[in-house]
């Protein structure tokens, strides 16, 4: 099976005016392409052009194959069921309907594969691990938890082969062995071109190329994240030296300036005290007078335009170089005494208590009970200054601006208020943005930011899945932000990564069954 997709000068805007991207070009053909950016880049755009949901305003699209899509977000609030989701509801219903005798003519025209549907069915199940009990292809799909959910539309894939595979965020909501399935699959599974969209870091290292939206505009580099990494700070070490280069240049056209004037100055006033003086004729004085002062507008305006030259170099190379909005914190607030009590709870024959500026990461079989458990160390804790980002960034208020959303969790002034906004990235006019109308990116800054700088500051920190959906930049600035953080700090999720790079101290491992929970607490490193 052979799959391509090409974008000969795509670009798409939207009615309001609004342009996201314009002239991207490139062709994939039966690779595994990572397709990054930062939230609000224009991914999801770009991934319903090529599946044909959008249309471009600008340029082709063209796709060979047909193409099997897993979304994002997979809704489980419907009345859908585990047959829905893999597709095959309609083909059981007329199997269903031949072997009672009230075949329709359209179900007589069912095909030898078509009478194995649900034997296939359960055997992509199986192999994606998710469990087969009899009555699983009816299992409504509001009982499932978002991993189990991901991995059925995994299934879902590779039940019917694609020539064109699209993989949303595939690793949001996999406990660590779904995780190691799907990059088993990744690496084995799909025939033909499989472009991914994820901020996962393992996953983007199985990838063949990848492509890089930022600023409107479509890059590719050739190999996995790290090899897309290497290019990168060779590029910034590039830029960077020319922006050094470029401000010496101009130091040195400013000092030839400065120079050149005194120069001038000197021979003007020499002309003037010679005519002063009347040393010379006073046609000559004259002239050397008019003289000076032609060579005087002269010098300025050619050092000038070196300056203004100079002064467009820098500007050019500083466009160069890239800056991702930083965060930069002091957080001594949040510190808490070494052997200080901060949460009490009882699991199991077990009793969990958190002392202290402890790292820990809570982790587990998707549904086990990992937000359950959560939520009781929330209610147990033994101070009230408790910080909670939950998996979804719904601590704005859509309705208020940035700045009025920090206003209602701090007593600082406007003035303070916007300092710190500023460590997070936020400058000028953009505090007064309505949180409805932040990019995701920008909406997870302002959500940190409202947890970690509210007063009094958080001693415990409790995050559920914090890096869902978080592009690669704003999965760094929370990194930062952690890094800075001196309190307690309980996080659940897969994301070894992250657990390494915030110094993980202890690990809760959950097992068994919701019902039944078992918890083994065990220190780290």
């Given at each position: 099976m052979s799959g391509t997709v090409r974008l000969s000068e795509?670009?798409?805007?939207?009615?309001?005016?609004?342009?996201?991207?314009?002239?991207?070009?490139?062709t994939w053909t039966d690779q595994r392409v990572g397709l990054i950016g930062a939230n609000g880049s224009g991914k999801t755009t770009l991934l319903r052009l090529i599946t044909g949901e959008l249309a471009p305003t600008e340029g082709a699209v063209t796709v060979t194959g047909r193409i099997a899509v897993l979304p994002q977000t997979i809704a489980t609030v419907d009345r859908r069921t585990v047959a829905d989701l893999l597709q095959i509801a309609p083909?059981?219903?007329?199997?269903?309907?031949?072997?009672?005798g009230r075949a329709t003519p359209a179900d007589l025209e069912l095909s030898a594969d078509d009478w194995q549907v649900e034997d296939r069915a359960l055997a992509e199940l199986a192999r994606v691990g998710v469990p087969t009990p009899?009555?699983?292809?009816?299992?409504?799909?509001?009982?499932?938890?978002?991993?189990?959910?991901?991995?059925?539309?995994?299934?879902?894939?590779?039940?019917?082969?694609?020539?064109?595979?699209?993989?949303?965020?595939?690793?949001?909501?996999?406990?660590?062995?779904?995780r190691e399935r799907l990059f088993q699959l990744v690496t084995e599974a799909w025939p033909g071109l499989l472009i991914i969209v994820?901020?996962?870091?393992?996953?983007?290292?199985?990838?063949d190329a990848i492509a890089e939206l930022q600023d409107g505009r479509l890059r590719q580099f050739g190999g996995p994240l790290s090899a897309y990494r290497a290019a990168l700070a060779g590029e910034q070490e590039v830029a960077e030296r020319a922006v050094r280069d470029a401000r010496a240049v101009l130091r040195r056209e400013h000092r030839q300036l400065v120079d050149a004037q005194v120069a001038l100055a000197r021979r003007q006033r020499y002309a003037k005290t010679d005519y002063a003086n009347k040393r010379r004729p006073k046609v000559i004085m004259k002239l050397r007078a008019q003289e000076a002062e032609i060579s005087a507008g002269k010098y300025r305006l050619l050092h000038e335009g070196k300056l203004d030259?100079?002064?467009d170099e820098v500007r050019q190379a500083e466009s160069r170089v890239r800056e991702d909005p930083a965060i930069r914190l002091d957080l001594p607030g949040t510190e808490v005494p070494e052997r200080a009590r901060l949460a009490e709870l009882a699991v199991g024959d077990?009793?969990?208590?958190?002392?202290?500026?402890?790292?820990?990461?809570?982790?587990?079989?998707?549904?086990?009970?990992?937000?359950?458990?959560?939520?009781?160390?929330?209610?147990?804790?033994?101070?009230?200054?408790?910080?909670?980002?939950?998996q979804r960034l719904d601590l704005l208020d859509d309705e208020l601006t940035l700045l009025q959303n920090l206003a209602a969790v701090t007593t600082a002034d406007d003035h303070e208020i916007r300092a710190r906004l500023a460590r997070f990235g936020f400058r000028g006019e953009t505090v007064q943005r309505r949180a409805a109308m932040l990019s995701g990116g920008e909406r997870f800054r302002g959500t940190l930011?409202?947890?970690?700088?509210?007063?009094?500051?958080?001693?415990?920190?409790?995050?559920?899945e914090p890096t869902n959906n978080l592009d690669l930049t704003s999965v760094e600035q929370l990194i930062t932000g952690l890094t800075d953080y001196r309190g307690a700090l309980v996080v659940a999720g897969h994301d070894h990564d992250l657990f390494d790079a915030i110094g993980i101290t202890r690990r809760w491992q959950l097992t068994g069954t919701p019902d039944r929970l078992r918890l083994e607490d065990r220190p780290v490193g």
């Open positions: 795509v670009g798409f805007g939207w009615p309001d005016g609004e342009r996201v991207f314009g002239g991207l070009d490139g083909v059981r219903a007329a199997t269903g309907r031949v072997l009672a009899p009555g699983i292809l009816d299992r409504p799909l509001d009982t499932l938890s978002g991993g189990e959910a991901t991995m059925i539309g995994i299934a879902a894939t590779l039940l019917r082969p694609a020539e064109v595979t699209v993989l949303d965020e595939p690793t949001n909501n996999l406990d660590r062995a779904a994820s901020h996962d870091r393992e996953l983007l290292e199985l990838v030259e100079a002064r077990r009793t969990l208590i958190i002392r202290g500026p402890e790292r820990i990461a809570v982790t587990g079989a998707n549904g086990i009970g990992k937000t359950t458990l959560l939520s009781r160390l929330a209610q147990s804790a033994a101070t009230d200054r408790i910080g909670w980002l939950p930011a409202t947890l970690l700088l509210q007063q009094p500051p958080p001693q415990l920190l409790i995050m559920d």
